[in-house]
């Protein structure tokens, strides 16, 4: 396995990324944000968005639905409590610095976690996940959107090439799909129930995870 992230790097990573986050990757991921936000829709209820970075999905989701999001990036929640008050988000029940890998939650809290182009941005991956399969309900879903790194030619030797320097900017873009089956195949509690690329140049993906009975 190539080298981690580490915690303390990512967080500097995306204070930097804070002030010019939504104008750099605003457009690029709208199309990801709104099939995730559809994608949760589906089953509603109380659903945890984690890195919800500035917040830039908040506003779209429906008033019926409670959410909760949080994030490692103090900086990048300071812009998304000033989203909420500005857009005035009644249904945002609340925003919090949190690590994804510690989530500060009671099992089966949530009918849904949405992961917006987080899982290649965290130090364990597979830690990570674990935490969202116990934050949820049994029938409840995992939502992730994300590059997924191509498993061979061209553009996966691209990848490997350029990971040392996503690595200082706060991602891995060589990671790849084989990754989060193999998690779904060891952890016996969820199983993928959709996979299907996204714009922009199917490059990314949208993956749901259902679980079907008690984390592992």
């Given at each position: 396995?190539?080298d981690?992230?580490?915690?303390a790097?990512i967080?500097?990573?995306?204070?930097?990324?804070?002030p010019i986050?939504d104008?750099?990757?605003?457009?690029?991921f709208?199309?990801?944000?709104k099939?995730?936000?559809?994608?949760?829709?589906?089953?509603?209820?109380?659903?945890?968005?984690?890195g919800?970075?500035?917040?830039?999905?908040?506003?779209d989701?429906a008033?019926?639905?409670?959410l909760v999001?949080?994030?490692?990036s103090?900086?990048m929640?300071?812009?998304?409590?000033?989203?909420?008050?500005e857009?005035r988000?009644?249904n945002?029940?609340?925003?919090?610095v949190?690590?994804?890998?510690h989530l500060?939650?009671k099992?089966?809290?949530?009918?849904?976690?949405?992961?917006?182009?987080?899982i290649t941005?965290?130090?364990d991956p597979?830690?990570t996940?674990?935490e969202?399969?116990?934050?949820?309900?049994p029938g409840?879903?995992i939502?992730?959107?994300?590059?997924?790194g191509a498993?061979k030619?061209?553009?996966?030797?691209c990848?490997?090439w350029f990971a040392?320097?996503?690595?200082r900017?706060?991602?891995?873009?060589?990671?790849g799909?084989?990754?989060?089956?193999?998690w779904?195949?060891?952890?016996?509690?969820v199983?993928v129930?959709?996979r299907?690329?996204?714009?922009p140049?199917?490059h990314f993906s949208?993956?749901?995870?259902?679980?079907?009975?008690?984390?592992?």
């Amino acid at each position: 396995m190539v080298d981690e992230l580490d915690k303390a790097g990512i967080a500097k990573a995306y204070a930097r990324w804070a002030p010019i986050y939504d104008l750099v990757f605003g457009a690029v991921f709208e199309r990801g944000r709104k099939a995730s936000i559809a994608a949760a829709e589906r089953i509603g209820g109380r659903i945890l968005e984690v890195g919800v970075g500035t917040g830039l999905s908040l506003p779209d989701y429906a008033l019926s639905n409670r959410l909760v999001g949080v994030d490692l990036s103090a900086p990048m929640l300071h812009k998304a409590k000033a989203r909420v008050a500005e857009r005035r988000l009644s249904n945002i029940d609340g925003l919090a610095v949190m690590d994804a890998q510690h989530l500060g939650f009671k099992d089966a809290a949530f009918d849904v976690v949405v992961a917006q182009y987080v899982i290649t941005a965290v130090p364990d991956p597979e830690r990570t996940l674990d935490e969202f399969a116990r934050v949820i309900k049994p029938g409840g879903e995992i939502i992730l959107v994300n590059h997924l790194g191509a498993e061979k030619g061209l553009r996966a030797a691209c990848e490997r090439w350029f990971a040392p320097l996503a690595r200082r900017l706060g991602w891995r873009p060589e990671f790849g799909w084989e990754r989060l089956a193999r998690w779904a195949a060891r952890h016996g509690g969820v199983h993928v129930v959709e996979r299907r690329p996204m714009p922009p140049l199917g490059h990314f993906s949208l993956i749901r995870f259902a679980r079907t009975g008690a984390a592992a």
